[in-house]
């Protein structure tokens, strides 16, 4: 996922296009966009397509002929990586010819509840002090969560609790881990 600070240019989607009857081909460091006919290029610069054609200015009728649960902005909120809908609302400012509505209805976004929340230890000690490395140490379980690129699963979280180092150890098991920990 890119970061676009005061979003200048139109992105457009491969998905979208392919959607509404364009055919996309790749062909090393370029990108050619055809429909009815028509054709637009698109070369590889900075690990973007880029095109660079003057009369390309009304790019965003490829937008306008996708039509998104009615012009939700959720769809956009899911299709940019969850960002937050003040931020959405200002790439949609910035953007020309993307004009979204606010949904009518109330949207719970599972990945944005399952991001935000926050698990608390059972076994942290409140009040109680040690004056002794590893005198106390904390060692926490956390997981199953969505599988990682990586494919882990697990984190197993240990804390020396003098010092407050805590040790973070990506896990696909909880079992086989543990033991290489003891």
Do not use: W
Not at 44 to 50: A, F, G, T, W
Not at 74 to 99: A, C, W
Not at 126 to 142: C, M, N, R, Y
């Amino acid at each position: 996922m890119l970061f676009v600070h005061k979003l200048k240019f139109n992105l457009l989607s491969v998905r979208a296009l392919v959607n509404i009857g364009y055919v996309v081909t790749f062909r090393g460091d370029n990108c050619i966009i055809e429909k009815e006919g028509k054709r637009v290029t698109a070369n590889l610069e900075n690990d973007l397509y880029v095109i660079h054609n003057d009369k390309l200015q009304k790019a965003n009728s490829v937008y306008n002929n996708v039509k998104p649960h009615d012009e939700c902005i959720h769809l956009l909120h899911r299709r940019l990586g969850h960002i937050n809908f003040k931020m959405l609302t200002q790439t949609v400012k910035l953007s020309e010819g993307v004009k979204l509505k606010p949904c009518s209805k109330y949207l719970n976004c599972n990945a944005c509840s399952q991001d935000k929340s926050k698990i608390i230890p059972a076994n942290r000690l409140s009040g109680f002090k040690t004056k002794e490395p590893l005198k106390v140490v904390f060692a926490d379980l956390i997981g199953p969560m969505k599988p990682s690129l990586g494919g882990t699963c697990y984190i197993l979280s240990i804390m020396n609790y003098y010092s407050h180092y805590e040790f973070l150890l990506l896990t696909e098991k909880q079992n086989r881990d543990i033991q290489k920990f003891l």
